[in-house]
């Protein structure tokens, strides 16, 4: 598979392509989840998706087909921002880690006055998160109520970065550095490897992988799906719903395949993780959603990719 940036003519020959991209598709963890025709159009027309500040690229495979977006803002600064948008199909596949180093390079290479490439992601974001890190990038704010969520309380921003000398010399850092304190810089020396910092931030990578199955299996367009469903279900996977009944690997695949799709995307609030072994954890958290409230626990194992071996779901009285 060889996955490719191509040029997004927003003006021209990919107006119509790019607006049935973004309002086909939802984006959760944006400020704007839900895009219409008409604001398509005004962002295109104010230069927000080309101009000359601003780059954005399809992102395309040749065995996958068209896998997303990706733009860079603020090209004629020092410091350069990027956005990633993929297709609802291809989230929680690691196409943020491969396009990450394609959009690095582009930016770096063409425009020599670049110093620094930045991105943020909400807090809850940990598909997001786990994907700056894997590629090198490192964080260096937490910035507390400082990413608006409609209808709800405003959650962190959380600010990632990487360096023209990062890049230029092959991203050669200690991972460990991505996890510093919330609300501080990462200041770990480069050389140094911490060993009991590095086993929290396996960990925090191991509840990452699993965070990013969880938000998998509450999207609609994955439980539409038998295919997806199975890439994410373990072949001993089962359940103990509201009800009490007891429910199998393939039960469950049939029930969610007919579920309809619900009018807006669950919320996943109180997350709280649990190391249980290697490469197994314990995830509790409420969730809001068209049915009510509940609290769920769900277990993954992750070797290598997150599998749920079991869920259970308790609701929340009114």
Excluded at 251 to 257: H, K, Y
Excluded at 270 to 289: A, Q
Aim: aromatic share 6%; charged share 30%; proline share 5%.
């Amino acid at each position: 598979m060889t996955l490719a940036l191509s040029r997004v003519d927003a003006g021209g020959r990919d107006r119509d392509a790019l607006t049935a991209f973004l309002t086909g598709n939802v984006f959760p963890f944006h400020v704007r989840e839900r895009l219409d025709a008409a604001q398509v159009t005004a962002d295109i027309d104010a230069g927000r998706w080309g101009d000359d500040r601003t780059e954005a690229f399809w992102i395309d495979d040749d065995e996958r087909g068209r896998l997303g977006l990706v733009r860079l803002e603020d090209l004629d600064d020092p410091t350069a921002m990027i956005d990633l948008r993929l297709a609802e199909r291809w989230r929680g596949h690691g196409v943020g880690a491969e396009v990450l180093p394609l959009a690095v390079e582009h930016a770096f290479r063409m425009h020599a006055g670049l110093v620094r490439v930045e991105g943020h992601t909400r807090e809850d974001n940990m598909a997001m998160r786990r994907t700056f890190e894997k590629s090198g990038w490192v964080r260096e704010g937490w910035f507390r109520d400082g990413w608006p969520v409609v209808g709800a309380p405003p959650l962190a921003s959380v600010a990632y970065a990487v360096l023209r000398r990062e890049w230029a010399g092959g991203f050669d850092v200690n991972p460990g550095r991505a996890e510093a304190g919330a609300g501080s810089a990462a200041t770990v020396d480069v050389e140094r490897r911490d060993v009991v910092r590095q086993r929290g931030h396996d960990a925090d990578l191991l509840a990452a992988d699993a965070w990013a199955g969880e938000e998998r299996l509450l999207d609609p367009a994955v439980r539409a799906g038998a295919d997806r469903l199975e890439e994410l279900l373990a072949d001993d996977f089962t359940e103990i719903g509201q009800s009490g009944r007891h429910w199998t690997r393939s039960d469950m695949i049939t029930a969610l395949t007919a579920e309809p799709a619900p009018s807006r995307p669950p919320v996943i609030e109180e997350r709280r993780s649990r190391t249980l072994g290697p490469d197994t954890v314990l995830l509790t958290y409420v969730l809001r959603s068209g049915d009510g409230v509940s609290r769920r626990s769900s277990v993954w194992r992750c070797d290598p990719l997150p599998r749920c071996v079991f869920h259970q779901g308790t609701r929340v009285p009114a």
